[in-house]
């Protein structure tokens, strides 16, 4: 069963009703050349491949040379593929990094357009360079309990209307250690000065009521307090 062959590109279709012109209309090739604006060098080697290979010999080829003495080794790309991926280093790191280590002499733009051709030439968002002082910086303290941050939220009752027509506040206090990054959360009735004060103190002092929890795990749950330890409702 024969291979389809693709459809005819607009530069191939021009060929064609050229070289017809000159069979079916002028029988001048002069003439012919003179009315399309091309040379009959141009026309005589279309001519010639539409002899030895009938119409597919019109289609549009690649210009790109047989052999190219002066590419990039298949090995010195691949370092370049490994710096970009791994290390997100742009053209001109990598071309300072392959001289300096691997005492290949390459040019930044050339880096840029072999990561061009490989559609590697931007990086997502999150894997760009920033410089240092617009990286974001981590707070934290050195010893447990010296610094505390302390939220404070109002929720609703979970499943009941509540006392007074529904209209009950609860606050949910949450303690967050600078160091340990653990996270205590309370829920109180009433916004005073003892609830202010006793989720800093649960985080400072495990065992003093309420389980601590890892911050990561307390995102986006619903706590009841039962007993005076912090439970997982649902």
Known sequence: MSTPHPPF?????RRLAIIRHVEEVTGNVALTCRYYGISRQAYYIWYRRYQAEGVDGLRSRSKRPKTSPNATRA???????????NYHFGPEKIAMYLKRYHDVDISHSGV???LKRLDMNRLPTSQRYKRHDKRWK???KQLPGHRVQIDVKFIEPIGSAGRRGGRNKYYQFTAIDDCTRLRVLRIYPQLNQDAWGSPSRSVSSPGRGCRRLPALQAVGLVFKEVSGVCLRHG
Do not use: F, H
């Not at 590109?9 to 279709?13: L, P, V």
């Not at 090995?75 to 991926?85: A, C, D, N, P, S």
């Open 112 to 114: 840029w357009r072999i």
């Open 9 to 13: 590109d607009r530069e191939a279709k």
């Open 75 to 85: 090995e010195v790309v691949g370092k370049i593929i490994y710096l970009r991926q």
């Open 138 to 140: 981590r707070y934290e």
